[in-house]
């Protein structure tokens, strides 16, 4: 057990935590949800990091980090819709979320014929990522109708923007051993 591997299973039990919070009957629940998630999305970077710089990269930690940011986004977003009730925020989210399911099953597929570098994390991947996490943390720190709130409404049609596209990377460079079967 390595400092970037607690820090993936501390995500993973921020999630009940940040879950809990979201749904007290008190206005400040608004803003706590949004920095518990803000906290997950750090380590998020932060152990990515460390386990590259201090070479503890784990099979372990390869496993988890993925799962631990999708059970973070799913949730957050899950969340959002439920508190929005808005198509606005369901269609991105979903678009999200199913974005996710495809590409852990695509990488998981590779993986078992031996390519999972044929789709690692790409640079729009990336800056997906950075949209879609600030966009959460501005839903959740603000209530719907907010104008923040409505600021991260646009973010995170931009992370579904550049999700799709992400999608296409990855299925574009898959595409061989995806037609080959």
């Known amino acids: 057990m390595n400092l970037p591997n607690i820090l993936t299973f501390s995500r993973i039990a921020m999630i009940?935590?940040?879950?809990?919070?979201?749904?007290?009957?008190?206005?400040?629940?608004?803003m706590a949800s949004a920095v518990i998630f803000a906290v997950a999305a750090v380590t998020d970077w932060l152990d990515g990091f460390l386990a590259r710089r201090w070479d503890q990269s784990t099979?372990?930690?390869?496993?988890?980090?993925?799962?631990?940011?999708?059970?973070?986004?799913?949730?957050?977003?899950?969340v959002l819709i439920h508190d929005y009730?808005?198509?606005?925020?369901?269609?991105?989210?979903?678009?999200?979320?199913?974005?996710?399911?495809?590409?852990?099953?695509?990488?998981?597929w590779m993986a078992e014929m031996g390519k999972r570098a044929s789709v690692a994390v790409s640079l729009?991947?990336?800056?997906?990522?950075?949209?879609?996490?600030?966009?959460?943390?501005?839903?959740?720190?603000?209530?719907?109708?907010?104008?923040?709130?409505?600021?991260?409404?646009?973010?995170?049609?931009?992370?579904?923007?550049?999700?799709?596209?992400s999608m296409c990377v990855y299925l574009k460079a898959a595409w061989e051993e995806i037609s080959a079967t």
């Open 85 to 108: 009730g808005s198509l606005f925020l369901t269609i991105p989210g979903i678009v999200i979320i199913g974005r996710e399911i495809v590409i852990s099953a695509l990488r998981e």
């Open 16 to 30: 009940p935590l940040f879950l809990l919070v979201f749904f007290m009957p008190f206005q400040w629940a608004y």
């Open 124 to 165: 729009v991947g990336k800056v997906k990522t950075g949209f879609q996490m600030v966009a959460i943390v501005m839903l959740l720190a603000y209530p719907p109708g907010e104008p923040v709130a409505m600021a991260g409404l646009a973010m995170l049609a931009v992370a579904a923007a550049l999700t799709l596209w």
């Open 59 to 78: 099979p372990l930690g390869a496993f988890l980090d993925p799962v631990a940011d999708k059970l973070m986004v799913a949730g957050a977003l899950a």
